[in-house]
């Protein structure tokens, strides 16, 4: 078992950012790559980022790329999701989830393991 939890979360104006951490325990958290998700009122939780075992292979989703970056320190068991101009439409609730594959995935059913969560609201 992998326990995660999210930190980082909170009201923030558009262009703004933010700093998402995860940290996990229980189980080697170097074998596992890790993902960030997050679901919005009313909509469907999509891919936001993810990061294999080692840091060398990241995927972002087209929304967030080159505002959002993913990164992990597997010495701290975390795994982190920096976040800067922000928009109203990232306003959402944050998950991190692993999983325990080669490389990146952005399909959340790849993912074992979930966070509870962190809320992200963006004000215009």
Do not use: H
Request: glycine share 14%.
């Amino acid at each position: 078992q992998v326990q995660l939890e999210e930190s980082g979360g909170g009201l923030v104006q558009a262009g703004g950012s933010l700093r998402l951490s995860c940290a996990a325990s229980g189980r080697t958290f170097s074998n596992y790559a890790m993902g960030w998700f997050r679901r919005a009122p009313g909509k469907e939780r999509e891919f936001v980022a993810a990061i294999n075992w080692g840091g060398g292979s990241i995927s972002y989703a087209d929304s967030v790329k080159g505002r959002f970056t993913i990164s992990r320190d597997n010495g701290k068991n975390t795994v982190y999701l920096q976040m800067t101009s922000l928009k109203p439409e990232d306003t959402a609730a944050y998950y991190c989830a692993g999983g325990r594959f080669f490389g990146v995935r952005r399909a959340d059913s790849e993912y074992d393991y979930w966070g509870q969560g962190t809320q992200v609201t963006v004000s215009s």
